[in-house]
């Protein structure tokens, strides 16, 4: 299974830090954000990898190379705007290939281990979505379960127990994206309508999970690491 980084973004809540350093390079616990993602999919066998560039990106691909320092085989997908989530996967799409893959949000930090990820889905399920407690800064949760489908938390009842957010983490078949015109949009566009069709699978994780997004969350990350 092949995997792409979400690293194109440009950390305006990162800001100052995020002038000069592409919020993927910020260090946490001695190493690159994305580098702990890089080895962690190469120890799960997913070596052919894919990260998207945009804010900084020269600094990332000048960091990472073809990756081989790690045992992987890192492509570039450049952006030459800023397309989100969304329309930078369906950008990239090309060189991820036709079976499903994994996507990894590059702002997060987590010990998920990659291995887990299913590598094929069901016909009807269109991804599946990996799963955290909701952090305090999302403290409503973006979906919840219904058995093993994902589903709308209108359905689920007033109470926030079993509420959860998505962790960044997910795979996903080519065939999601494809439902789409090229451009600028968020990969949200595309999971609320499989949510409502039924054809998002999840699990929940309850490990090390934590999203970079500010510079206070951050420094709290890298307090708790050392």
């Known amino acids: 299974m092949k995997a792409i980084i ?43 990898l894919v990260i998207n560039l945009n804010h900084l990106g020269e600094q990332i691909e000048k960091a990472l190379s073809n990756g081989s320092k790690w045992g992987a085989s890192i492509d570039y997908s450049h952006e030459g705007e800023l397309l989100e989530t969304g329309g930078g996967i369906l950008n990239a799409l090309h060189l991820l290939g036709d079976e499903p893959f994994a996507v990894v949000n590059g702002d997060i930090f987590t010990d998920y281990d990659f291995s887990k990820l299913p590598v094929s889905l069901p016909a009807d399920i269109l991804g599946h979505l990996v799963m955290v407690d909701n952090p305090l800064e999302h403290a409503d949760g973006d979906y919840g379960f ?81």
């Open 6 to 48: 979400l690293a194109a973004g440009e950390g305006r809540r990162l800001l100052p830090l995020s002038l000069a350093t592409p919020k993927p390079l910020l260090s946490v616990a001695g190493k690159p954000l994305i580098q702990h993602h890089i080895e962690a999919l190469v120890k799960a066998n997913i070596k052919e």
């Open 146 to 226: 219904t058995g093993e489908k994902i589903d709308r938390l209108s359905v689920l009842g007033p109470s926030r127990d079993n509420r959860l957010t998505y962790s960044g983490i997910s795979v996903l078949r080519s065939e999601l994206l494809l439902q789409r015109a090229p451009g600028r949009f968020p990969l949200r566009d595309l999971l609320n309508p499989a949510v409502e069709s039924r054809q998002l699978s999840g699990e929940h994780y309850r490990g090390v999970w934590t999203d970079v997004g500010t510079v206070d969350r951050l420094e709290a990350l890298r307090a708790s690491l050392q």
